[in-house]
């Protein structure tokens, strides 16, 4: 292994963090400053996708468990709003230092609750940890607007916090979503309510214990596990004002509808179903090398994967090249040197993967390469398939529907054309590339496609946090992003102060009723 056992990794996050348990124990909440025992009789498992070895077990946290949380977060807010910009910048600052200090540690949470590879949990954090580096220059992003627009007269902008936020999470980036959230909201004035994916929390629990060390008062940031309980009493509980959600469709259209409903600031980031387009001009090895990686790495279970692609007239003969490396790709637990792929999260995902996969052969397609029946010697329990490659196109279930696992569907199109069209008239907008060498072409791909995050020559183009997150159509519900100036105005609502400060009192004997002309 990576120089270390699975078991004693465990051990290690165990003993280091006071709201983990990685070897039976329970999962605990953060609230207030304390990491708590919660009272509920409902646990919820929580197995090792690569054994299922029961690792935690995580509450579902009862209603007065959710209130506590919420006033706290509510009676942290008017001091920590009234902490200067450069005393929450300084918690920031001490929060990267922390992160980056002890990445290992929440990357072997990651890869023992989620699965993927010790290496690509250590790009988890690293991606979140960009997001705390980038809220450090607050000092500079939140500088506003100030004009003098009449004699003596000054209007300018102050932004302020909207006062208790809340985030919800999916377990497929348990540690950068989290840092999506707990520093634009925090660093901007508010207090934050995470909620982490019930099937890995472990990550948000060592994150927690890193915001308290670097300075963070108690209820700045509290911590609640729980399922869809929790879910509707941050999208019911008043005095939340803003929700950000990244997950699946079915959860995140529920909580768009109903937090809005009662009045809230929301954000969904939903799922996605991203096309590669291959041009014959494209450089052969960065581009096949690039879509394996982005279609296969973490076994697909990431919202920015390449799970199509789209080959453009004699690309369909590099296909072949493409099943080649896909091989050559290592199936295993995520600490094994050498794993490109660790486990799905679930039996049920895996099903679902082998299901979709091979419901091409009843539809008319065909599967290139076979990864339904893939068996891990080493690891008999795991939720494991291996890269498949299928083709496929519109009106079949592979296509259509968002796989999120090591599956990639192969579309084979005459042109430019017709493969932009193809991807327009796909339900989600999250992300596409292009390869090509051709300058023309991609900036045609560029103007032309209805997706909001674009890569040329490059397979994930995950913005980085000084921009914002930018997916669209049904990738997205709501009118912000994640991070960048999205964030800034997601989470703070703007005043804007018209003053008049006459240098002598020239003040006229009569009320003025007329709009000034
Ligand atoms: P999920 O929707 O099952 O879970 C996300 C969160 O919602 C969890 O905290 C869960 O407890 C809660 N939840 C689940 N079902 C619910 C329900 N019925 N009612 C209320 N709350 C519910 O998503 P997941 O499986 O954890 O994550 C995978 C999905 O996330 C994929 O669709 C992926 O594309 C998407 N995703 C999108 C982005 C993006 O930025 N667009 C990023 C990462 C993941």
């Not at 590879?117 to 991606?127: C, M, S």
């Not at 309510?193 to 994150?207: C, N, V, Y």
């Not at 996605?272 to 990686?293: Q, T, V, Y």
């Not at 009569?510 to 002309?517: D, E, F, G, I, L």
Request: glycine share 10%; proline share 5%.
């Amino acid at each position: 292994s990576l120089g270390q056992t699975a078991s004693a990794r465990a051990k290690d996050v165990e003993s280091k963090w006071r709201g983990t348990k990685t070897l039976g124990g329970k999962t605990s909440n953060y609230v207030d400053g304390q990491f708590v025992e919660s009272k509920t009789n409902k646990w919820i498992d929580l197995p090792d996708p690569a054994t299922q070895t029961v690792l935690t077990q995580v509450p579902q946290s009862t209603s007065a468990e959710f209130e506590e949380a919420v006033s706290s977060s509510e009676k942290a807010f008017p001091a920590w709003r009234e902490t200067s910009l450069l005393g929450r910048q300084a918690v920031m600052l001490k929060l990267q230092a922390l992160i980056r200090h002890h990445m290992d540690d929440i990357a072997n949470s990651i890869t023992l609750e989620q699965g993927k590879t010790f290496p690509d949990a250590k790009g988890d954090v690293l991606r979140g940890l960009q997001v705390v580096e980038t809220a450090c220059g607050i000092t500079s992003t939140m500088m506003e607007e100030r004009m003098e627009v009449s004699k003596e007269m000054d209007t300018y902008v102050r932004k302020e916090p909207l006062g208790v936020t809340a985030s919800i999470a999916p377990f497929n980036f348990p540690a950068m979503i989290p840092l999506w959230t707990i520093p634009m909201a925090t660093v901007t004035g508010n207090t934050l309510i995470l909620k982490p994916s019930e099937r890995d929390p472990g990550a948000s629990m060592i994150i927690a214990e890193l915001c308290e060390r670097a300075g963070m008062p108690k209820g700045v940031v509290n911590v609640v596990n729980g399922a869809v309980d929790t879910v509707n009493a941050i999208c019911d509980d008043p005095r939340i004002k803003a929700i950000t959600f990244v997950g699946s469709d079915k959860a995140g259209s529920h909580i768009y509808h109903r937090g809005t409903a009662n009045g809230k600031r929301v954000i969904a980031n939903l799922g996605a179903k991203n096309h590669a387009i291959l041009m014959p001009d494209a450089n052969r090895e960065n581009a096949l090398n690039s879509i394996a990686g982005a279609a296969f790495g973490a076994a697909g279970q990431r919202c920015m994967a390449l799970s199509v692609v789209v080959a453009v007239g004699e690309t369909d003969k590099w296909i072949d090249d493409l099943v080649q490396r896909a091989k050559g790709l290592k199936v295993s637990s995520g600490f094994e040197e050498g794993a490109d792929l660790g486990p799905l999260i679930s039996p049920a995902a895996r099903e679902r993967v082998i299901a979709l996969t091979g419901s091409v052969e009843q539809e008319g397609g065909k599967i290139l390469l076979d990864g339904r029946e893939f068996k891990s010697a080493d690891f008999p329990n795991g939720n494991f398939v291996g890269p498949s490659i299928v083709e496929a196109g519109p009106g079949m279930q592979a296509y259509e529907q968002e796989i999120f696992g090591p599956t990639l569907v192969v579309v084979k199109v005459k042109t430019l054309e017709d493969a932009i069209e193809l991807i327009n008239a796909n339900k989600y907008g999250n992300g596409s590339a292009i390869f090509t060498t051709n300058g023309a072409t991609a900036r045609k791909f560029e103007k032309d496609i209805n997706v909001g995050q674009i890569g040329v020559n490059v397979p994930v183009p995950v913005p980085l946090p000084m921009f914002s997150w930018s997916g669209n159509k049904g990738s997205v519900l709501g009118e912000h992003g994640f991070y960048g100036r999205h964030a800034l105005s997601f989470y703070t609502q703007n005043k804007t102060i018209t003053s008049l400060w006459k240098s002598e009192d020239a003040t006229n004997s009569r009320a003025s009723v007329n709009m000034p002309t």
